[in-house]
């Protein structure tokens, strides 16, 4: 199969940076995706990799290393409205471009 | 722009029912995909349509169909509901464009019970 991995809970203070680490099997990879979910809402876009290196966009940036099938997510100046779900999903040639497969996604709890 | 839109938002079946759920995309998006979100199993792909025809389809039974219509609205279905089909199921759409980066936008979702 085609695994992603990522830690299944972390919590952080107010104010603080955060990482969220994502593994995957690199074999046919085509890009990766970033997603935010809060509680019984749908999943939003944050970001999307396909070249390695550090992709920013305000307060979230992410990484992405092809040949170590690692990417993180990173928050910076964490707020109380980033407690959520992150979900890390991979776009794999083999199965489709469209056909993502997630990560069981990780829950962030940010504490005041 | 709006965004994607799925009805119903919530639905209750017994098991042995079917049911159609329903996914209008963003304007001018051609791709539309399917994902069954559940506490035990997270998200999983269950298919993508494009140009009213299936171009994908993940690892699940039959009785998981779907389509789309030529103004890339799409619907899937589930027959002989079993108790287990108790998730939540997301509906995405894509531009599809050349070159683009493909994103998926991700509408509010069909909460489905079966009892």
């Known amino acids: 199969g085609q695994n992603i991995d990522q830690p299944t809970e972390m919590t952080a203070t107010e104010g603080a940076i955060v990482q969220i680490n994502c593994t995957y099997q690199?074999?046919?990879?085509?890009?990766l995706f970033w997603y935010q979910q809060h509680a019984g809402e749908a999943p939003t876009f944050l970001s999307y990799?396909?070249?390695?290196g550090l992709e920013e966009k305000g307060r979230f940036s992410s990484f992405l290393s092809r040949s170590k099938g690692y990417s993180y997510l990173l928050l910076k100046e964490l707020q109380m409205k980033d407690s959520a779900s992150y979900l890390c999903?991979?776009?794999?040639?083999?199965?489709?471009?469209?056909?993502?497969?997630f990560g069981s996604g990780t829950r962030l709890q940010v504490q005041p | 722009k709006a965004g994607v839109t799925q009805t119903p938002r919530y639905l209750i079946k017994t098991r042995g029912q079917q049911v159609t759920l329903s996914c209008s995309p963003i304007?001018?998006?051609?791709?539309v995909s399917w994902y069954q979100q559940t506490p035990g199993q997270g998200l999983q792909f269950l298919f993508e349509?494009?140009?009213?025809?299936?171009?994908n389809k993940g690892n699940f039974p039959g009785r998981f169909s779907g389509r789309q219509f030529s103004n890339s609205r799409s619907e899937m279905n589930v027959s002989t509901l079993e108790l287990g089909d108790s998730a939540l199921y997301l509906c995405?759409?894509?531009?599809?464009?050349?070159?683009?980066?493909?994103?998926?936008?991700f509408g509010p979702g069909t909460r489905l019970t079966v009892l």
């Open positions: 999903a991979v776009s794999y040639k083999g199965t489709g471009r469209r056909a993502l497969t």
């Open positions: 349509y494009f140009s009213e025809t299936q171009r």
């Open positions: 990799n396909v070249l390695d």
């Open positions: 304007s001018g998006h051609r791709s």
């Open positions: 995405a759409s894509s531009l599809d464009g050349q070159g683009g980066t493909d994103t998926q936008y």
């Open positions: 690199t074999s046919g990879f085509n890009g």
